[in-house]
């Protein structure tokens, strides 16, 4: 497990627990044991079993897990997902944690299994975002894995992207968008992936002719969709998102 998501384990316990569990503390007796199982309502995709295994161990390492099935796999109602045993103070305190980043890493990996489904046969992918929970993005972009998916820019340091904001920027200080890409292909690496987004099929052409690796199309319509494929006619990357 990494450093970063046991930061994110050790954070979210502390903001659940920043003076201790008094309730099992008042309550339980400290050689108190427990035991629980991990059991699936719905059907879905799993997401996160280590990490889930992971809180239980940093809360008390002498608590044991045993998960039922490993990530990406997809599992039916009643399965049992993991057992946990240990003392009953600290299975009790790391139990809402686990749960938290399990169902939503489980959550984004089910959905993320369903696009994956729709697309299945069409040369897509189904492709993530950098709209992702703040501090939560290295688990947000493993659920997508999980799902089938793939992972797009990890962040803004990671590839050249001209969004619709940039274009904005550049409109309103009179530089054509084929210039600035242009100058920005000159003074990049040529290992350097450069993508723009446009939102407007008059955007297009000369987007391409400029010399992108990847075109965004953004919230275009089906019938736009067509139209702007048949338009870059295979000279980039295409992308398409929206609502």
Not at 212 to 225: A, G, Q, R, S, Y
């Amino acid at each position: 497990m990494s450093a970063q998501i046991d930061d994110i384990i050790r954070r979210a316990l502390a903001e659940d627990a920043p003076w201790g569990d008094v309730t099992s503390e008042a309550f339980l007796p400290a050689g108190a044991t427990a035991s629980a199982a991990l059991v699936a309502r719905e059907p879905g995709v799993l997401s996160g079993g280590e990490v889930f295994a992971r809180v239980f161990e940093l809360v008390d390492d002498a608590t044991t897990v045993e998960l039922g099935l490993d990530d990406g796999e997809p599992f039916a109602p009643g399965a049992v997902l993991a057992r946990v045993d240990g003392t009953a103070r600290g299975v009790l305190r790391a139990e809402r944690i686990a749960l938290n980043l399990v169902q939503r890493m489980s959550g984004i990996a089910t959905l993320t299994a369903r696009y994956v489904e729709a697309v299945a046969g069409t040369g897509a992918r189904i492709v993530d975002t950098r709209k992702t929970t703040p501090g939560l993005r290295i688990l947000e972009r493993q659920a997508v894995r999980d799902g089938g998916g793939h992972n797009h820019r990890f962040s803004l340091s990671d590839a050249v992207m001209a969004k619709d904001n940039h274009l904005a920027v550049l409109a309103a200080s009179g530089v054509p968008i084929g210039e600035a890409i242009r100058r920005a292909r000159a003074g990049l690496g040529h290992t350097v992936h450069l993508e723009v987004e446009v939102d407007r099929i008059e955007q297009i052409e000369e987007v391409v002719s400029a010399g992108v690796d990847t075109i965004m199309l953004d919230n275009f319509t089906p019938d736009e969709l067509r139209e702007g494929l048949a338009i870059v006619a295979g000279r980039a990357i295409v992308e398409a998102s929206g609502e």
